[in-house]
């Protein structure tokens, strides 16, 4: 939930994702879910000559399983304060990795 | 035994505003589906409608016509929605289906010839070789 939380505080920001397949995408963060699926609007590929299925693509959904890495802009993001976060969190997991199954 | 969503299951990230939209589905064989998306789920299973498989290789695209297809969500790469303008901007032309598959056959095997070549360099190095089909996307 803590990515998840930190992601949504970047909505509107420039990020640039990197996909596990080394294709790499700036855009827009338009939304993101608990998957840590990724809107990204108004998208520019690096390199686009080896992707040319990419060119009409203006607007995507990038499914959270195949990212790589997602890159921000320093500005945007409080490391002090993530890095609490994050402490914290370590500390006592109690909120997070609730199961989407429940069995009754 | 009953199975109910948990409290998280509220995605915001819906693709619910890109349902009846005409869509690029890239999977993780490589394959690029277009066709209308109608419905998703939480793991991005889809059903896309009147799908076409356009295959490209260098500047050349070909289409073959697929019909209905249900897609298993762990295979979706990414989803992007068609700007039309765009479309037409890009310089790809379109060949028949035949010629593409020729092409694409060939482009395939000039990389297998290279990774050949190139895990055997590794394995001369001392580098394990694994033959394991990874990710073709």
């Given at each position: 939930?803590?990515?998840?939380?930190?992601?949504?505080?970047?909505?509107?920001?420039?990020?640039?994702?990197?996909?596990?397949?080394?294709?790499?995408i700036t855009g827009?963060?338009?939304?993101?879910?608990?998957?840590?699926?990724?809107?990204l609007d108004d998208i520019q590929v690096?390199?686009?000559?080896?992707?040319?299925?990419m060119?009409?693509v203006k607007n995507c959904?990038?499914?959270?399983?195949?990212?790589?890495?997602?890159?921000?802009?320093?500005?945007?993001?409080?490391?002090?304060?993530?890095?609490?976060?994050?402490?914290?969190?370590?500390?006592?997991?109690?909120?997070?990795?609730?199961?989407?199954?429940?069995?009754? | 035994?009953?199975?109910?969503?948990?409290?998280?299951?509220?995605?915001?990230?819906?693709?619910?505003?890109?349902?009846?939209?005409?869509?690029?589905?890239?999977?993780?064989?490589?394959?690029?589906?277009?066709?209308?998306?109608?419905?998703?789920?939480?793991?991005?299973?889809?059903?896309?409608?009147?799908?076409?498989?356009?295959?490209?290789?260098?500047?050349?695209?070909?289409?073959?016509?697929?019909?209905?297809?249900?897609?298993?969500?762990?295979?979706?790469?990414?989803?992007g929605?068609?700007?039309?303008?765009?479309?037409?901007?890009?310089?790809?032309?379109?060949?028949?289906?035949?010629?593409?598959?020729?092409?694409?056959?060939?482009?395939?095997?000039?990389?297998?010839?290279?990774?050949?070549?190139?895990?055997?360099?590794?394995?001369?190095?001392?580098?394990?070789?694994?033959?394991?089909?990874?990710?073709?996307?």
């Open positions: 939930m803590l990515f998840y939380s930190f992601f949504k505080t970047l909505v509107n920001e420039q990020v640039t994702v990197e996909l596990k397949n080394d294709l790499v827009t963060l338009k939304s993101v879910d608990q998957f840590l699926n990724i809107k690096i390199d686009e000559d080896r992707y040319p299925h060119i009409s959904f990038i499914r959270g399983s195949v990212v790589r890495y997602v890159q921000l802009p320093q500005q945007a993001v409080d490391t002090a304060l993530l890095q609490d976060a994050a402490r914290r969190e370590a500390a006592q997991p109690s909120s997070a990795q609730q199961a989407n199954v429940r069995v009754k | 035994m009953e199975i109910t969503s948990g409290p998280l299951f509220t995605t915001s990230t819906g693709l619910i505003d890109s349902v009846d939209k005409k869509l690029m589905v890239v999977l993780r064989d490589g394959r690029k589906l277009i066709g209308t998306l109608r419905s998703f789920d939480q793991f991005a299973n889809l059903v896309l409608q009147d799908t076409i498989e356009r295959i490209y290789v260098g500047n050349c695209f070909g289409d073959i016509p697929r019909g209905i297809f249900i897609i298993r969500g762990e295979n979706v790469v990414l989803l929605e068609l700007d039309t303008e765009k479309e037409e901007c890009a310089n790809l032309r379109e060949v028949p289906v035949e010629e593409i598959l020729v092409a694409q056959r060939e482009e395939m095997e000039a990389k297998q010839r290279l990774d050949k070549v190139r895990s055997k360099a590794l394995h001369n190095h001392g580098f394990c070789v694994d033959n394991a089909q990874n990710d073709l996307y």
